[in-house]
């Protein structure tokens, strides 16, 4: 069973999806509050200025696509889903010099060792 969420592929018997949590047979409260994140996260994407126009327009098709796959679950006239919502070819290369997000190290973390070791807490008494 596909998720509608993310496209992953579960086992048949699965009720939440392996990958992003989600119901895979949402009852109605689930399917509303869903609906409203999702929408939620289209008005919000909407209004973010500092993304180019055609990276607002590809993520918001993506949240549009998932709101309209929580509309088709369950329904006996079920279209067929795509592997998945990103068109890999359509994302932009990095700028040079950009470094990949697990590369990136965060100010709030010592790098050096005697750094990590002066901040760590006392042991409390007993």
């Known amino acids: 069973m596909k998720c509608w969420n993310c496209l992953t592929l579960n086992k ?19 399917r509303i509050a869903s609906g409203k994140t999702l929408n939620y996260l289209l008005n919000e994407v909407a ?13 918001s098709s993506v949240y549009q696509n998932r709101l309209n796959r929580l509309a088709q679950v369950g ?13 890999p070819g359509a994302l932009p290369e990095p700028e040079a010099g950009a470094t990949r997000l697990e ?6 973390v010592p790098q050096e060792p ?13």
């Open 12 to 30: 048949e018997r699965s009720h939440r999806c392996r990958d992003c949590d989600q119901p895979l047979q949402p009852n109605g409260a689930q």
């Open 114 to 126: 005697q750094t990590a070791k002066a901040l760590e807490p006392e042991p409390t008494p007993l």
């Open 103 to 108: 590369e990136q190290t965060s100010p709030l």
């Open 75 to 87: 329904s006996p006239n079920l279209t067929q889903w795509p592997e998945s919502d990103w068109n």
């Open 47 to 59: 209004g973010w200025d500092f993304l180019a126009e055609e990276d607002r327009i590809r993520l």
